[in-house]
């Protein structure tokens, strides 16, 4: 776990440290979540690239897509779009992690300096 | 939405008694004070923190275990409901909607629907009814976010959770170092009294 005193010193821990201690767990299980959604998220986009792409050099008219756990019959053009739409709410999806990704670490950086600058080695902070 | 909802505040309650039967970990201000309090001795102390680490450890198992049931519910119903949608566009244009649907692994049938009103739901326990496909889609809807709302609601509870686990780890830690303080305070006191007699 993230926060744990080792040193043997009698630095008090006030309720603000406990609150600044838990708020940087909480931003660290977030940061780990926006990790995984990013990857999720550019693994779709790679997906949808990869369809767009057959979809171009396929010569048929009528492309199978797929809607819910079935296979509809969809003109090639139709299909073109619903890609297009899903690549965009998907490019807009990784944008929002992304700024979260970006903030939260942010956070946790002036949460780290508070925190060292009171325990110094009593606490650590790091990814084990 | 995670990082925004730390809850502190100078005015909260230091102690937050519970939420949706998990208890919540008092904040310790001072160590002594609080064996003074508690009068049971550091090991007693220790352990009794520990055991509720423990507990702390199977509500979050438990917790997750229901937030991957949700993870996993949310994308079938919406899936259902793309469906849904689609049947209903498709019915404007009179032209029979044909698919592919799986029989069995790596086998797939064709299916042709007509021009129709109506859809099945499977609600579960070996039920399905029949829904138009206004009423369906608005029952898809509403369970989609009464699952989303669900999930939320569990979200919230496993970083309640997460605080009390951290707060519990800095108090055993802090009980324990205090403990190592007093030992050492007691043992340069009895070497000097050794010393000097």
Redo the contacts between chains.
Sequence with gaps: ?I????????T?????D??????F???N??FH?LEDEIKFVKETIDNLEDASNELILTDEDVV?FQ???????VPKEEVETRIEEMKEVSSKNLEKFEE?KE??VA?MGELKKVLYGKFKDSINLEED | MAAAASSSSTESPKTTTERRGIPGAQFVEDVETYLSQTALDVNSTLAFLQERLQQYKLVEMKLLAQQRGLQAKIPDIEKCLDVVVTLQAEKGTGEAFIADFEVSEGIYSRARIEDNDSVCLWLGANVMLEYSCEEATSLLKKNSENAKASLEVLIADLQFLRDQVTITQVTIARVYNWDVHQRRIRQTATSSATKDS
């Design positions: 776990m926060p744990k005193g080792t040193g043997a010193s009698e008090d821990v006030t309720w603000e406990q609150q600044n201690i838990n708020k767990g909480r931003l299980n977030r979540e199978r809607i819910g756990e079935v296979f509809a019959h979260e903030s939260v956070q």
